[in-house]
């Protein structure tokens, strides 16, 4: 699956205010509903607080990766936030966030949601792609580099991904 069909462009807001970790979820939650109508927002901020309980789900360089399973979501989804002012994540580098893709599987994971795991936290740890997004001051600039640098991740041999 290529990423804009995983993260729409509603599904990505520039500058937002969060002040915490916590908040930053409920703000995610909120936008992954939008790709998940059946889904309440509480119930998706709920599987993601679990998932990030058994571990933290910040992965260095002001980037985070929060995500969960959940049964009734039949694809990947996603959604990407640009904070105005990074927040503490508990990142092991110790540097606050501000670039954050959250994501939702289904409960039964095959290779291709693998893949899309992958894929996202390969645009996450691109140091050029997070430099262009944290360049971006419009939810439209935000999504256009997002999408215009996430080429270079179109999915490739099947891996899967660890810690999902």
């Known amino acids: 699956m290529l990423l804009e069909d995983i993260i729409k462009p509603d599904g990505v807001l520039c500058n937002a ?13 909120e936008l992954l509903v939008r790709s998940n109508p059946g889904v309440t927002s509480e119930t998706l901020f709920r599987c993601l607080i679990e998932r990030e309980r058994l571990g933290c789900t910040g992965l260095d360089r002001g980037a985070a990766f929060p995500h969960c399973r959940m049964n009734g979501i039949n694809a990947s989804t996603a959604a990407l936030i640009k904070l105005s002012q990074p927040v503490d994540f508990d990142a092991a580098d110790g540097d606050p966030v501000d670039l ?8 039964e994971l095959d ?24 360049g971006t001051s419009s939810s439209k600039e935000l999504y256009k580099a997002l999408i215009s640098g996430s080429e270079l991740f179109v999915p490739g041999p099947l891996q899967k991904a660890q810690g999902s």
């Open 100 to 107: 954050v893709i959250g994501m939702v599987v289904p409960s």
């Open 111 to 134: 290779d291709s949601h693998y893949a899309d795991i992958k894929m996202v936290t390969g645009v996450l740890a691109d140091e050029g792609l997070r430099s262009r997004l944290r």
């Open 17 to 29: 205010t969060a002040r915490s970790k916590k908040h930053c979820l409920e703000i995610l939650s």
